[in-house]
């Protein structure tokens, strides 16, 4: 059983005339008539009772009807299916992010894509740190991650959404604390508590720079497994803590102060990143959405890469 031969005897049993039914479906009448009988044939009963003045359903030919249009219509979803997946408008996009400071950006892209793109499924996927979320886009793991990197390998792109500056988390109780600046240097000798070590980590490179530059090692006491950890360890007063604007902006413990970091250093920027090389349809709605919805900082506030 084909499918064409399933439009021919629809068309058939719904004109119960051979004509009327070629001309609907722009074909010549005897192709209408050899498809029915071949139809017939394959499923070993008759279909219609033909006579000189009409042509009517069978028993058989009636039981079809249902089956015959549920089998057209699940084609045609189908069809429309793999093409709208080809167009991009369906399909999956996987984002991996690190960090209590993107949760926020995270959830206003989730929010329009729904809205946008409801054929879309967005998978979010939250990370300890940057670097492993980096190298899932390598991988092909996840389609786009948020991170902070001073550099991305070649065959991944890139671009800059968010611009922030460093801020030093202190306890409340820290002689400091009342201050709204500090140098690196008014901290020689405190405890500090720091996101685990890893190749890229833009934090841990900025604290031992920054460290060594005013003339001491950092004491780190503690290790935390992610940024919201790190701000609790240090509300808890085990130590200071150098992190980002977007995470004090995003924290509102009372037991923690934010100091910004005076120190002249590289930026940092929040990214995004991709495959440029990804077969993915659905990526590129996304991107394009994601642009609308991150679009940057000012464009001369960004370092050409």
């Keep these: 059983m084909e499918i064409q031969q399933l439009r021919v005897f629809l068309a058939v049993a719904e004109e119960l005339h051979f004509g009327r039914a070629a001309e609907r479906l722009h074909l010549a009448q005897p192709p209408v008539s050899r498809m029915v009988r071949q139809l017939e044939r394959d499923l070993g009963t008759d279909l219609f009772l033909r006579s000189t003045r009409s042509v009517q359903l069978t028993a058989a030919g009636a039981a079809l009807l249902a089956p015959a249009r549920e089998l057209l219509a699940a084609t045609q979803r189908a069809k429309a299916g793999a093409l709208a997946a080809g167009r991009g408008e369906i399909g999956t996009v996987k984002l991996a992010y690190a960090g209590a400071s993107t949760h926020v950006l995270v959830g206003m892209l989730a929010r329009e894509v729904r809205r946008v793109h409801p054929g879309i499924e967005f998978r979010l ?7 492993p979320a980096l190298a899932r886009v390598l991988t092909g793991d996840v389609d786009v991650s948020l991170g902070r990197w001073d550099f991305v390998p070649a065959g991944v792109q890139s671009r800059i959404i968010v611009e922030e500056h460093l801020v030093m988390a202190v306890p409340a109780s820290h002689r ?4 709204e600046e500090v140098r690196v240097a008014d901290l020689a000798g405190e405890p500090f508590v720091a996101l685990p070590p890893h190749e890229g980590s833009v934090l841990g490179d900025r604290l031992r720079r920054l460290s060594l530059g005013a003339g001491f090692d950092p004491d780190i006491v503690q290790r935390a497994p992610d940024s919201w950890t790190a701000m609790a360890l240090v509300g808890a007063e085990v130590g200071c803590s150098l992190t980002v ?4 902006e995003n924290v509102t413990d009372p037991h923690v102060h934010f100091l910004r970091v ?5 930026p940092i920027y929040l990214r995004m990143a991709w495959r440029g090389t990804s077969d993915n349809p659905a990526l590129p709605p996304v991107l394009a959405l994601a642009e609308r919805v991150w679009p940057g900082p000012p464009q001369e506030a960004v370092p050409e890469e």
């Design 125 to 131: 996927n939250s990370q300890d740190f940057a670097l």
């Design 245 to 248: 604007s977007s995470v004090a």
């Design 262 to 266: 005076v120190d002249e250093t590289l």
């Design 176 to 179: 400091l604390a009342s201050k």
